[in-house]
């Protein structure tokens, strides 16, 4: 799953199931990812609900995921790339347009009226929670780094200096650009160095 399909999984997931991979519906639990789950199911709007799983799949859908991917079990990766594939199919017969493609440039407005019938949680806060999932993934690709000159300025080992700038790194509200991430680690270092030498002079004195 590259960066957009994942960020897509973990704000649909979000919805369905908390993020978790091994949920029945109602908030019980299983053990065995070998196969769908066999359960009794539990009362739901429509009825009695067998849905099981990350993405909350009925059996009958499960059954037609996995036979037209050959997936071998009910895992994680499986539940994954039946997740996708459904989403997928079912965004472009309805729209005729890419799924990827949308939410790879901001263009959100008929995924709800696409999927919300697949996933009831698909409704209009949908985009702002795949927002926030692509921004914090993105976020985590453009990191500031560290390298020999940022760690000779301050005068600090790599792990230490790469600890401080992770710390900040992490707080920042939008994803920076490898440029000017990599310019915040110079500064970052700088100001350790000039205060590093300040304490230096002060217990001197």
């Given at each position: 799953m590259n960066r957009t399909q994942t960020a897509f999984l973990d704000a649909l997931a979000e919805g369905e199931s908390s993020g978790r991979y091994d949920v029945?519906?109602?908030?019980?639990?299983?053990?065995?990812?070998?196969?769908?789950?066999?359960?009794?199911?539990?009362?739901?709007?429509?009825?009695?609900?067998?849905?099981?799983?990350?993405?909350?799949?009925d059996p009958a859908t499960w059954a037609g995921e996995q036979t037209k991917l050959g997936l071998p079990d009910f895992s994680p990766a499986s539940q994954d790339e039946a997740a996708w594939d459904l989403a997928d199919t079912v965004y472009h017969h309805?729209?005729?347009?890419?799924?990827?493609?949308?939410?790879?440039?901001?263009?959100?407005?008929?995924?709800?009226?696409?999927?919300?019938?697949?996933?009831?949680?698909i409704g209009p806060s949908f985009p702002a929670r795949f927002k926030r999932f692509y921004g914090q993934s993105k976020r985590s690709s453009t990191m500031p780094t560290v390298n020999a000159s940022h760690v000779a300025a301050a005068g600090l080992s790599t792990a230490m200096l790469a600890s401080v700038v992770s710390y900040i790194g992490s707080y920042l509200p939008h994803p920076l650009p490898t440029d000017a991430a990599n310019g915040l680690a110079g500064l970052i270092a700088l100001a350790l160095s000039a205060l590093m030498a300040y304490r230096q002079g002060a217990s001197n004195a």
């Open positions: 029945l519906y109602g908030g019980g639990t299983f053990s065995d990812f070998s196969k769908f789950p066999e359960w009794s199911g539990k009362d739901g709007p429509a009825g009695v609900s067998l849905a099981a799983g990350r993405y909350q799949f309805r729209t005729a347009r890419d799924l990827e493609y949308d939410l790879e440039h901001g263009q959100l407005d008929e995924i709800e009226s696409a999927l919300h019938s697949t996933w009831t949680s």
